[in-house]
T-cell receptor, first 115, second 111 residues
Framework: DTGVSQDPRHKITKRGQNVTFRCDPISEHNRLYWYRQTLGQGPEFLTYFQNEAQLEKSRLLSDRFSAERPKGSFSTLEIQRTEQGDSAMYLC?????????????FGSGTRLTVV | GEDVEQSLFLSAREGDSSVINCTYTDSSSTYLYWYKQEPGAGLQLLTYIFSNMDMKQDQRLTVLLNKKDKHLSLRIADTQTGDSAIYFCAEKRGGADGLTFGKGTHLIIQP
C-alpha cells in the first residue's frame, strides 16, 4: 500500500460545471476524511466517513457538495454547479479506528481551479 | 478564540534550532499534531503529543505542551535547508471527528 491516493491531481473547470474527485485511502483504514485548503490557510474539515457511513458534515459543505463511500473503501467528492469560490486544494485523509497514535495520513490533494 | 493560532513566518540559519509556536483553543483536545507541507504536496505527519504529556522528543524534533496556557511548540534542532516548508499545528477537539488546523508557519532556512 502506497498511502492515500487522490485523482486527479489537478482539475480546471468552467464555472457551472460539475466535478468529481476520487480518494483511495490506506486499505486497512476504516476512517476517511475530506478537507479543503485555500491559499494561505490551513486545511478545513469538510466531512468524515467511518466505513461507508458519513458521520459528520461541516457547515462548509453546502448543498452543492456531496460525498460518498459506497463500499467503505474509496470515496468520491462531487461539486455541482461549481463557483469560483470553490477553487482550492481538496485533501483526503484516512486513519485507523484508533487514530490518535497514528494521526491522519493525507493524500497529495486535488487542486481545483474554477474559471 | 475559535482559531488555532500560529505566527505566519519564521526564518533561521542552517544549523540553528527553530521553534514554532501554536496556541490552540480547546482544553479538552485529546491529541495535538504537527504536520509539514512542502510546495505542491499534501501534509506529512511529523509528530503528535497526547494531552496528558508535556514533552515528547523524536530525533531532531521536540514538542512541548503547556495545557494551562493551551500552548504547543515544535523545536527543530540543527535545521537544514530541507526543513524549509509550512508547518501546521492541529488539534483534535473533544467530540469532534476532524482536526482543526492553524494557518501554518512558513519556515525559511537560510544557508
Amino acid at each position: 500500500d502506497t498511502g492515500v491516493s487522490q485523482d486527479p491531481r489537478h482539475k480546471i473547470t468552467k464555472r457551472g460545471q460539475n466535478v468529481t474527485f476520487r480518494c483511495d485511502p490506506i486499505s486497512e483504514h476504516n476512517r476517511l476524511y475530506w478537507y479543503r485548503q485555500t491559499l494561505g490557510q490551513g486545511p478545513e474539515f469538510l466531512t468524515y466517513f467511518q466505513n461507508e457511513a458519513q458521520l459528520e458534515k461541516s457547515r462548509l459543505l453546502s448543498d452543492r457538495f456531496s460525498a460518498e463511500r459506497p463500499k467503505g473503501s474509496f470515496s468520491t467528492l462531487e461539486i455541482q454547479r461549481t463557483e469560483q469560490g470553490d477553487s482550492a486544494m481538496y485533501l483526503c485523509a484516512s486513519s485507523p479506528a484508533v487514530e490518535g497514535v497514528n494521526g491522519y495520513t493525507f493524500g497529495s490533494g486535488t487542486r481545483l481551479t474554477v474559471v | 478564540g475559535e482559531d488555532v493560532e500560529q505566527s505566519l513566518f519564521l526564518s533561521a540559519r542552517e544549523g540553528d534550532s527553530s521553534v514554532i509556536n501554536c496556541t490552540y483553543t480547546d482544553s479538552s483536545s485529546t491529541y495535538l499534531y504537527w504536520y509539514k507541507q512542502e510546495p505542491g504536496a499534501g501534509l506529512q505527519l511529523l509528530t503528535y503529543i497526547f494531552s496528558n504529556m508535556d514533552m515528547k522528543q523524536d530525533q531532531r524534533l521536540t514538542v512541548l505542551l503547556n495545557k494551562k496556557d493551551k500552548h504547543l511548540s515544535l523545536r527543530i534542532a540543527d535545521t537544514q535547508t530541507g526543513d524549509s516548508a509550512i508547518y501546521f499545528c492541529a488539534e483534535k477537539r473533544g467530540g469532534a471527528d476532524g482536526l482543526t488546523f492553524g494557518k501554518g508557519t512558513h519556515l525559511i532556512i537560510q544557508p
